[in-house]
């Protein structure tokens, strides 16, 4: 199948300056030649006019939760099936918002995934993590409340919500290679451990510490052999330079840094995965946590996040784009509004940058464990995959034109158009 795209004015996901009167040839799937004119092909199955819009490559959110359609305590009530259908439509609904890619980073999307990828039901790529590994009495530990966690001796998934393999419980070296290894049994890109407190939880104060160095080791070392790497949830500062010093790559959150942790970040080549919308939101009560305690939490958190911005700024630290939304399709619609969070502490070319490119460097490191290996991400240029998107405007000039999906005129993954509300 081969599909021309032309008069494209072209972000390639890595250069500000745009270039213009581009045709892309895409060949199952893949961008094949890029010509710096209106190219005419004769034996081309599609022809697809770009004239009037940017393209940009299709979008990356590198930290998603996308079989989580409800609040944690709504889930624990659903059967598996519920929760399932449910995410196709999380899914579908994602993809419409121009994210081509994802990382998840905790919720069992195996059947979504297979799904997506088989045809069935429309869908961004995922780089799954599958269960996310917590110690008990950690971050993940989502037992819903005090009785729950009394029937301990019971099973470690003494609840539906953890049943369902969103998130799994770890203590000690032996569980915890054991949890790894079933993660990537299953397929997962890479590893997600919570490495410290949280504020979506009850129980662990933000500032805990959690696994211990042989715990985290171990998990690091059992991942690092199989080629890809260990992303931790952290707030807390001393919880990020533990990590750092055992390997871990991603550090989800990072909220409490200071210039110690951004330097060794950047002397480690360590990832930091902030969401700053999604703070605000919470902070503005316009996501619903359903207790007093997670809004003091998280508006700590947004605070802490403030000064965060400044050291990844400061330092050049490298960014990916997230927004760690958790809740129904309304929930997730809000998805879009960390493109004008990004734009307010980076500006509009590095916001953008840090959702294409950058993105997909990140998710790339999957290496031997990637399961989209044949071509690159978050880039338009030969040798990657034909993931575009039409957008009426220049977002890489005002980013806040990404905050409004309305403006992705056309989404196109794998060379297949998904989406197109052109006039
Ligand atoms: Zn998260």
Known sequence: MKVLVKNAALFDGENEALRHDCSLLVEDGVITK??????????????IDAAGYTVIPGLIDAHTHIALSDSFDKIDLMTQEEVAVRSTVIAKEMLERGFTSVRDVGSNCYGLKQSIDNGFVPGPRIYPSYAGISQTCGHADYRQNRAQRSNFNRGIEDSSFMRQGHLILADGVPECLKRTRDQIFKGASQIKVFGGGGASSLFDPLDTIQYTRDELRAIVETVTNYGSYV???IHAQPAMKIAIEEGVKSLEHATFMDDEVASMCLDNDVWVVPQYATAELIANRMIPLGSEILYQKTE???KGLLKQAELVDKYGLKCAFGTDLVGTPEVHAKQNMEFSARKKYFGSFRGIK?????TGELLKMSGLLDPYPEAKLGVLCPGAFADMLFVKGNPVADLDILANPDNIKVVMKGGAVFKDIRE
Do not use: K, N, P, W
Not at 34 to 47: M, P, R
Not at 354 to 358: K, L, R
């Open 231 to 233: 992303c931790s949830h």
């Open 354 to 358: 840090q959702a294409t490119s950058d």
């Open 34 to 47: 890029i010509y710096q004119y209106e190219a005419v092909l004769e034996d081309v199955d599609q022809t």
């Open 300 to 302: 700590r958190v947004g």
